[in-house]
């Protein structure tokens, strides 16, 4: 069976069999004929395609309406900074009040997300920070276009990890918010997920049974299509095309960090090769190209290094793009550590070399397209470790 688009801006979803293009027409259908509909808008900076299966028209329409609305409101509350030429969103207003050393209005439903988001982050062990918005801000990733070319000064970044800042600063009361430290909250890499969580239960508001809603390749199915899954394809981190193409259980959500997705290219010492030192001494070394990307370290300041992309299904779309963040963080080396301690059930990680690692859980649902440039590596299962109980000792009982 051939590969047919199912949303053609999106290189990571494809369906991959029952799902070409002539039966996705949305016209002259009777609403008892099961059908394929899909409806592209455009939100939180990238296409979101929503996608139903044996909806009538009607309710189709509405439901993407209402999920739009749904994508353009989250984004203007969640819009960190304030832009110029629109009004104040509300994290805006909490950073500048934040920042200020100031308690901030908030609401019981803006705190819920955040705590949310806290829980996220202490499963992590804090690779994923929302209150990283300062050193985005101070990296230039806080925008999507206009990427800086240069590197920002290490002074400052220093200045704000040795401040440590982290959501275990932040207080809540029902309608306020109130921090420790003056910090900025960034939701960047939770919102996406939080926002397909919702425009899940729309689907099912609306009594769609069917469907998958797609932003920028991150997505959740929301039941099955024919009783087949939902076949998915994951982008290949370098290059184009497809790596990767996993069946998806009706609920799940499948969400992808990747250092391609916002970057700047800067020439850096490559320490490697060094040169003749300068007159005064100063060490020289030859320059190297290198990829400054949008995922940053919190314990660093710096970009994550030695992942390219990390995919992750888990039943929910907030928890698995907080997860795929944290774990691009984590790295080769650390991954199943923060799985764990996250409850994620199906990872693959491929480092900068190519090298593909994944859980044996993946490994016996996952079907690669494309040969990884590098190895496969298959970890041990993703359980928590067991302590071992030490059995009660019995304490001979001295005589009277
Ligand atoms: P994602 O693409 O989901 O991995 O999210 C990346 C976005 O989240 C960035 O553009 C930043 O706004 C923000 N971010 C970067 N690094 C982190 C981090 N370690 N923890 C939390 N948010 C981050
Ligand atoms: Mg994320």
Redo the contacts with the bound molecule.
Sequence with gaps: MGLAMLASFALALLALSGCDSSNDSTTNQSPAQTLIQRQPFFAMGTMVEVVTYGADKKTHTAATREIENTFTELAKTWQPWQKADAPHGKLARINQDLLAGRSSLSTEKLNRIMLEASELSQQSRG????A?GQL?QTWG??RSVDLPNTLPDPATIKALIDANHGPHLLRYTAHSISSLKPVAL?Y??FLKGYAVDRAIDILRDYGIEGGLVEAGGDLRVLGSKDEQPWRIGIRNPRGSGVLASISMQPGEAMFT?GDY??YFEAEVDDLSKPLAPAADGTPRFAKTKQRFH?????RTGYPAMGTASVTIITDEGAKA?AA??AL??AGPGKWEKVAVSMGIQYVLLVDTDGNAYLNPAMAERIKFETQPEGSLLLSAPLVAKVVPQVAPQVVPQAPE
Excluded: K
Aim: proline share 8%; no cysteine; net charge negative.
């Design positions: 690779l994923f920070n929302p990283i985005v990733f806080d960034d960047g890499a960090s997705e916002r949008h995922i940053l370290d919190p793009d795929a963040t691009f963080v």
